[in-house]
C-alpha cells in the first residue's frame, strides 16, 4: 500500500498532443511558446503524410522526451524508430489488432506496446503478445456506469497484466445526448470537475506515465494537470 501524499512520487502526469480535431498544429506551436521539454503525443487521427509535418514541427521545439505515443495500425519500424531514438519514448499503446491490424511487423517494440481497453473489452489472449495494458480509465469508467460484464472482465485482466501507461480524458456526471444517444466520456474538458471520478480507483490502476488525452489547449491541459494532482495526491 503506498503511503499518503507518495502518489506522485512514481508516477508523472504529462500534456498531450492530440490529433482528433484540427488543431494538432496550434498544439505544437503552443508546446514551443511555453518551452514544454516533454509532452505525450496521440497520433490516432493522422495519415502518413500528416505524421511526417508533425514530425518536422516537433524538431522547432525544445520537446526532449516523448514518454508515450499512441500508435495507429498503419506505422512502420522507422516511425518508431524515429520517436524512441530522438524523443526516448517509453511506451506505446495500440488499439486492439481485432479491429486494427498493424499493417507491418513491429515485433522490435512489443515489449513496450500496450493494449488500450478501448473500443473492445480487453482480450487475454491478446494481450500475452504484447507488453501489458495501457488503461483508459475514462473508458473504464464508462464500461462501470453501462457495461458492467465488459468492467468486470478489464478489472480481471488488470489483476493478471502489467499496467504500462494510462489516458485520462472527461466524464460528466451527467450524460449528454449527442446523435441520439448519451455519451458520458469527451475528449473536450468543459469543466474540471469532469475528472472528479478518477478519485473513485485505486493507486494500483495508475501508471508511471499518466497522458492527458484532451483536445483543449496546452495550457487548459496543464490547469487540469494541477487540479488532478490535487485529486490524487492523497491516494
Known sequence: MENKNKFFENRKIFPSITTISSNWRKKIEEVRKLGLKEVCLFLTCLEKNEREELYKLLEKTKIEKIPLVHLRSDMNLKELDYLVNNYKTEVFNTHTERKYPFLYNLDKYKNIIYMENASLPLDEEEIKNFAGVCLDISHLEISRILNRERYKNDIEILKKYPLGCNHI??????????????????????????????????????SSILAIELENPIKEQLKAKDYIIDLLKNK
Open 169 to 206: 480524458s472527461a466524464v460528466k456526471k451527467i450524460p449528454v445526448k449527442k446523435k441520439d444517444k448519451l455519451e458520458y466520456d469527451f475528449h473536450y474538458l468543459e469543466d474540471l470537475s469532469d475528472l472528479d471520478y478518477l478519485k473513485r480507483y485505486p493507486a494500483k490502476y495508475f
